[in-house]
Every structure is written in structure tokens, then in C-alpha cells.
């Protein structure tokens, strides 16, 4: 799994920027939400390439049974 993070840089004018990183799709703005909330009025948003990849589930693979371990 790629590490994700979340970077806030504080403008002097008090502007906070965030930047979302190893974050795919609606899965950023989800993430972002209730912080975005208590800091204020969203100004401008900017999506990545990484907003508009598709989130992939993880799969994980069953192996058939052998026949010897069937048997015991």
C-alpha cells in the first residue's frame, strides 16, 4: 500500500493550504472533509492526478484444495 499523507502549509495571511498525497479518487475528499469543516470556507480546490484514478480494492486469492489435503 503506497503511505499517504496530508500537508498544510500557513500562509501570513493565515491561508491554510492541504495538499493530499497516496490518496485515489473520492477517497481525498472524504479523507479531508472534517478537517476542511473546522478550518473554514474552502476557497479553491485543485484535484491531482491521483483524484481522478479509479480506487482499486485489494483482492486477495483462494487457492484450490489438493486432493491430499482433502483427504485428511
Do not use: K, N, W, Y
Amino acid at each position: 500500500m503506497a503511505q499517504q499523507s496530508i500537508r498544510f502549509r500557513i500562509r501570513p495571511d493565515g491561508r491554510v493550504e492541504e495538499q493530499v498525497e497516496g490518496v485515489q479518487g473520492q477517497a481525498c475528499q472524504l479523507l479531508t472533509e472534517r478537517i476542511e469543516a473546522r478550518l473554514g470556507a474552502v476557497q479553491q480546490r485543485q484535484p491531482t492526478a491521483e483524484a481522478f484514478q479509479v480506487e482499486v480494492a485489494p483482492q486477495s486469492r483462494v487457492q484450490p484444495a489438493t486432493q491430499a489435503s482433502q483427504l485428511s
